[in-house]
């Protein structure tokens, strides 16, 4: 099994971006962490990310080919882009949104994704830990289906 695992703008700063909000680890630290909850899954990882909404997109067509699902934090893009909501739908395959920060504690416009209703399911507020148990969770999806 092959998940492909995407991270949105600012992502990259991750570490030094607004720690109280998004927490001391960098981007390779949470990369990391999935890498071994993977190997104990049994699945395979690939990473991407990107500042620009396009390049987003393109990851997850690509992903069509050889993945069986998306572990997606498109960071602001969540709040924006029907543009990537129609790019999951498109591909139709199982995704899950994750955030670090609870988003739907914080500003009103963070309350709202565009992707949300086309995931399996949302995520948020457990800094690292809503990505690993996103993969969980997308893993169990793949796996009893
Ligand atoms: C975020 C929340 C978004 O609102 C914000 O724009 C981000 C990060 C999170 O992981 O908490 O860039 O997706």
Redesign the pocket.
Known sequence: MKFLVLH????NLLGKREPAI?GSQTLADINASLEMLSSELGCVLSFFQSNSEGELIDAIQAAAVDCHGILI????Y??TSIAIRDALSAVGLPSVEV???N?HS?ETF?HTSMLAPVAIGQI?GFGRDSYLLGLRALFNHVKNK
């Open positions: 949105g703008p600012n992502l998004y934090n498109p960071a602001a969540t709040h955030h670090l920060s988003i914080r963070r948020c």
